[in-house]
């Protein structure tokens, strides 16, 4: 069963489960190590290639821009391209805006549905502390 969680996203009864907490964790570990070294101000695909190699570094499972098959009544339709999944149990989005807009939000929460996962980071470098720059997502 269902239930609303913060900002109204609904949550899975009991939460993503102690493996995708523990790989969400992990990750903000490794943005935090990448911005630590950074700081804001560069191009997304910069941290993307950062922290990437920075999950490498600690043994961490990935995949980079996964795609996945969007379909309508059906039909394909085309494909959507996730930044990072990460443990096979966590969608992570990168960005580099001046603050999170709902559309990044609702964007990942698509991602999540499309792919049966139910935990996701936003993670915005475009911060001076990273840990402002975290939007946890749980559907």
Not at 35 to 54: I, M
Not at 82 to 100: A, H, I, Y
């Given at each position: 069963?269902?239930h609303?969680?913060?900002?109204g996203?609904?949550?899975?009864?009991?939460?993503?489960?102690?493996?995708?907490?523990d790989?969400?964790?992990?990750?903000?570990g490794a943005?935090?190590?990448v911005h630590?070294?950074?700081?804001?101000?560069?191009?997304?695909?910069?941290y993307?290639?950062?922290?990437?190699?920075?999950?490498?570094?600690?043994g961490?499972?990935?995949e980079?821009?996964k795609?996945?098959?969007?379909?309508?009544?059906g039909?394909?339709?085309?494909?959507?391209r996730?930044?990072l999944?990460?443990?096979?149990?966590?969608?992570?989005e990168l960005?580099?805006v001046?603050?999170f807009?709902?559309?990044h939000?609702?964007?990942?929460?698509s991602?999540?549905?499309?792919t049966?996962?139910?935990?996701?980071?936003?993670?915005n470098?475009n911060?001076?502390?990273?840990?402002?720059?975290?939007?946890?997502?749980?559907?």
């Amino acid at each position: 069963m269902n239930h609303q969680g913060t900002k109204g996203t609904k949550v899975h009864q009991g939460g993503p489960g102690p493996v995708a907490d523990d790989i969400a964790h992990e990750v903000i570990g490794a943005a935090i190590e990448v911005h630590r070294h950074l700081g804001p101000g560069f191009l997304e695909s910069t941290y993307e290639s950062a922290v990437c190699l920075e999950l490498e570094l600690r043994g961490i499972p990935f995949e980079r821009q996964k795609s996945v098959a969007l379909s309508y009544k059906g039909k394909a339709i085309g494909e959507g391209r996730l930044d990072l999944v990460v443990g096979g149990v966590v969608v992570v989005e990168l960005k580099t805006v001046e603050s999170f807009a709902p559309i990044h939000t609702a964007q990942l929460i698509s991602y999540l549905r499309l792919t049966g996962l139910c935990l996701g980071l936003l993670v915005n470098f475009n911060v001076p502390v990273l840990r402002d720059g975290i939007r946890r997502v749980v559907v």
